[in-house]
């Protein structure tokens, strides 16, 4: 990589990488806990990976992250900031790319990406226009400027929601299940999309996800959730010889025909 | 207790995102593409049914007067009774129930589906307030287009109700006199006063939906439920609202 780290490929202005702090973090919904006293950090510029079973918690954990919704007890900081309190975002450039894309169905493409910059009035629109182009192009994407979002694969969606993350030039990068419902070819894409933000523009990135090569492929640290507790939290060598046998079994789950784990549970 | 929690909670975040859009005022130039996209929707595409309504609705007013003015020989007032009842009530109450029916169950629609696929979430993370974007145009859109759908819905209902008048026997009475009857017994007051209604009527409606689209939870379904709530909310404060402005305008006049 011969960009210099901390270069913004849109602005060539410096962005500072942030980091991120959970401290005794609590969720729950009515007498549910999803979360239960979590703590862990992520320095500024780490691609920091949050795997667990479906239904551990990991997706309310990014949305406390982000501030869409206010743990229950415990606190999440992002740059020293209370990341439920609304001033936050205005302060820091956090990109959420959602499951499912959440592109804004009513408006094309190009107008998804061109949307953040035009109501921060940050850039006339031939300088966002040019912003624009440049993120579709990293994503290889120039050819859907004009398509609606309807028109396009799982994949692309994918891709595009990156893209308008990109464009808000943003701090900090949070991607919920990047790679779940791609097929092997395009999941790898994605990771190395992913670990060549982090490489080029120094962007801090928290990805939630169960894709095992994604985690051990591109991640610095791994944690990982079960029940609502992080259970686990290491680099992805340290990782490969997990003590916990909880932890093993996620990672490396045997296809057992003798002795189905669906029976397990039923006797 | 529940349903009544839900109530107060629900007037409460109506309150709330009132106020939000309104401390958004001062961006509405630079949103004025979205402002006319909203009036063409609120205004143009309501018309044509908001006047085929009050056409029909005069209509049947101007037959039903004539049919029971003319036993006591009163027959030809009947374009005063028709040009009051338009203006003060039937005009601006059927174009609301209309736009709640038409427009109202739109917002709440739009509002939730995006809501329910997380759209109003992205908009969130990215710092774009939901009340400047989606609920201030709206309500910019509506308080221009409300009083010209009144005004049609007056207009098109005076004019079914001469129609009428003319062409049916027991009546035939010629516009002309319809016309001037109409006139000396109303006041432009009277037609203020419908305007004013309208107004009320249309802004709640918006700002109703727009709140009930925003705040939907939970999966699809949960969209055509919140179309429902906003329509037939609607429907119950506009007649809700209708006697309190009513009275309030009355008070005002007197």
Excluded at chain 2, 112 to 136: G, H, N
Excluded at chain 2, 206 to 220: F, K, M, Q, Y
């Amino acid at each position: 990589m011969t960009r210099h780290p901390t270069r913004n490929p849109f602005t060539h202005s410096e962005t500072a990488a942030v980091g991120v702090s959970v401290e005794g973090l609590s969720k729950s919904f009515g007498r549910f806990e999803v979360l239960k006293n979590i703590t862990f950090a992520v320095p500024p510029g780490e691609i920091f990976v949050l795997m667990g079973p479906s239904g551990s918690g990991k997706s309310v954990l990014l949305k406390q992250i982000v501030g869409l919704e206010r743990p229950s007890a415990g606190r999440v900081t992002v740059d020293g900031r209370d990341a439920a309190s609304e001033t936050t975002r205005g302060q820091v450039r956090m990109a959420l790319v959602f499951q499912s894309g959440a592109l804004f169905n009513s408006l094309s493409v190009y107008d998804n990406l061109a949307l953040y910059p035009r109501e921060h009035q940050i850039a006339d629109e031939a300088a966002i226009r040019e912003k624009v182009m440049r993120a579709l192009q990293i994503l290889s994407l120039e050819g859907t400027a004009n398509q609606s979002p309807s028109e396009l694969s799982g994949g692309m969606k994918k891709r595009v929601a990156i893209a308008r993350g990109l464009v808000m030039e943003p701090q900090l990068m949070l991607y919920d299940e990047p790679t779940s419902e791609l097929d092997p070819v395009m999941s790898a894409t994605i990771a190395e999309i992913i670990a060549t933000l982090k490489e080029e523009y120094h962007v801090t990135s928290i990805v939630v996800s169960h894709d095992r090569e994604l985690a051990l492929g591109i991640a610095d640290r791994v944690g990982i959730l079960m029940g609502g507790e992080l259970v686990s939290l290491g680099t992805p060598a340290e990782l490969r010889n997990p003590p916990d046998p909880r932890v093993a079994e996620f990672l490396n789950p045997k296809i057992d025909l003798q002795h189905p784990r669906f029976k397990k549970l039923e006797t | 207790m529940n349903q009544l929690t839900a109530i107060l909670e629900g007037i409460g975040s109506t309150v709330q995102l009132l106020f939000r859009a309104a401390s958004y005022t001062p961006t509405l130039w630079r949103q004025r593409a979205r402002f006319i996209e909203q009036c063409f929707l609120i205004g143009y595409t309501t018309l044509p049914i908001v006047a085929i309504l009050s056409f029909f609705i005069g209509s049947v007013l101007a037959l039903q007067a004539g049919y029971s003015m003319s036993n006591f020989g009163a027959k030809q007032f009947i374009g005063s009774l028709v040009g009051l009842s338009m203006a003060r009530e039937l005009g601006p109450v059927m174009a609301a129930i209309l736009l709640a029916g038409r427009v109202g169950s739109a917002i709440a629609a739009e509002l939730a589906s995006m809501k329910v696929y997380q759209e109003i979430d992205a908009l969130e993370t990215m710092d774009i307030p939901p009340a400047r974007m989606l609920v201030l145009p709206r309500l910019a859109a509506v308080l221009v287009m409300m009083p010209v759908l009144a005004i049609i819905a007056d207009l098109v209902g005076w004019f079914g109700g001469a129609l009428i008048s003319k062409y049916t026997q027991s009546i035939a009475i010629e516009p002309e006199a319809y016309f001037s009857v109409l006139r000396r017994f109303m006041e432009f007051k009277d037609v203020l006063n419908g305007l004013i209604k309208a107004e009320v009527f249309g802004f709640a409606i918006v700002l109703v939906s727009c709140n009930i689209g925003l705040s939907t939870r939970g999966g699809p379904r949960e969209i055509g439920a919140a179309v429902t709530k906003a329509v037939v909310t609607s429907l119950i404060m506009i007649l809700v609202l209708d006697y309190f402005v009513t009275k309030a305008l009355m008070h005002l006049q007197s």
